[in-house]
Each structure stands twice: as C-alpha cells, then as structure tokens.
C-alpha cells in the first residue's frame, strides 16, 4: 500500500515562512491535497490539486509537488497558523493520509 | 453553505454494533461521493470508507472492511456507517465528508461524532 510520510512537527517564529513535506514514491504522478486541523474543529481543505486553494483560503498558502515530495508552504505565519497539518492522495480506490505535521509558532 | 452534521455515536462494548448517520445540505447531495475519516486518540487522520455518488461502489480501509459498511440514501441526503464487531481500537472521533470525484480532495468535513469502544 502507498505511504505519505510527514515530519511529526515544524516550528517557525511569526511571520516568517514555513515549509511543510509529504514524501512518497513517485508522489508526483498523483495529485496532493493537504488539510488544516486544529483541536475541536472540523478538518479544513486548503490546498487540493497540489497547489490550488480553494475560495475563502489566504494565498499565504501554496503548494507545490516534485519528483518524491509535495510541499505546503506558509508564507507569514500567523498565530492562527498553528495546528496539525495532513496531505492526502488516493492509492487507487483508496484514500492515504500522511501522518501529520505539528505546526508550532513560537 | 455546504454543511455536514453526524450523528449516533456513543460508548459500546467491544464486539457490539454502532449505526453513524450523517445529513447533508447545501450542496446536491446525489452528485458527490461521501467518505468518513476516523481520528483514533493522540493520532492522525484515518481514512474509513468511501461511497460513489449513486451508492453503486463502495470501498474500505484494510482495518474495517469486512466489518464496517457505508451506504447513503439520496432521497434523504444522508450517508450512514454499520459499525460491527468494533474492537477498542476502533475508538475514535468519526467523520463524515463530501467528496469531489474520484481522485478529489474531501472538500468539506463535518465536526465529527465520537466513538468510544469499552468495556
């Protein structure tokens, strides 16, 4: 089976640039979603296709996905910012979630 | 807007069934796959289960199929898991969420509904 796999957590100081990644196998050829999660709330959508956003998430997020790694970055991070961060593509009929990034702004 | 709300979860005994609904609205419920994802206790996301806009196919994560069954009803914009023989390692907050098509993000997820396995 396909496996993702994410730093178990980043740190960045305010305002500055944060980078997270999802390795895998060719990871590339698939297309790469990534979710915000923070405690208590509903997973959120924020990157899909690999780099698009969609309507209503800042353009301080992007993505990006090459050879082995997909990449969200952050650019100006927020305090708000701060949450588990997961990426997902599909293993044939199959959903894969890499295991989470821990975003901490100090 | 697009909301999803779950509902039926609670504490069951190991072994024992539980029955997740989830109701859709503001969106065309009959044109979207449905997925649920699962978050055990201190871990990350955990993909459950998909159904197909019509309800005609169904797939599962290795740790439930056989056990665990989605469905949907169109008619009532809700999409249900049969959760049987739950094991402990079952407990987890249960989401459920909309699709995009095969191979789409889950584009929008609902607060999710908590299961407890225990004896």
Redesign the interface.
């Known amino acids: ?1 396909y496996e993702l796999t994410q730093p178990l957590s980043v740190s960045v100081a305010l305002g500055q640039t944060a980078t997270i990644t999802c390795g895998g196998n060719d990871i590339a050829t ?2 790469v ?1 990534w ?1 915000q ?1 923070k405690p208590g ?5 924020i990157i ?2 690999d780099s698009k956003r ?1 309507s209503g998430i800042p353009d301080r997020f992007s993505g990006s996905n090459s050879g082995n790694t997909a990449a969200l970055t952050i650019n100006t991070v927020e305090g708000g910012d701060e949450a ?1 961060y ?1 990426c ?1 593509v ?1 293993d044939t ?8 990034t821990k975003l901490t702004v100090l | 807007q697009v909301q999803v709300v779950e509902s039926g979860g609670g504490v069951v005994q190991p072994g024992r069934s539980l029955r997740l609904s989830c109701a859709a609205s503001g969106f065309t419920f009959s044109s979207y796959n449905m997925h649920w994802v699962r978050q055990a206790p201190g871990k990350g996301l955990e993909w459950v289960a998909v159904i197909s806009f019509d309800g005609n196919n169904q797939y599962y994560a290795d740790s439930v199929r056989g056990r665990f069954a989605i469905s949907r009803d169109n008619s009532k914009n809700k999409s249900f898991l049969q959760m049987n023989s739950l094991r402990v390692e079952d407990t987890a907050v249960y989401y459920c969420a909309k699709g995009g098509g095969w191979y789409e993000a889950v584009e929008y997820w609902g607060q999710g509904t908590q299961v407890t396995v225990s004896s």
């Not at chain 1, 009929?93 to 989470?100: E, I, P, Q």
């Open positions: 089976s698939k297309n979603h979710y999660h709330q509903a997973p959120l959508l899909y296709r969609p588990d997961y997902q599909w009929t199959n959903v894969v979630f890499g295991g989470g």
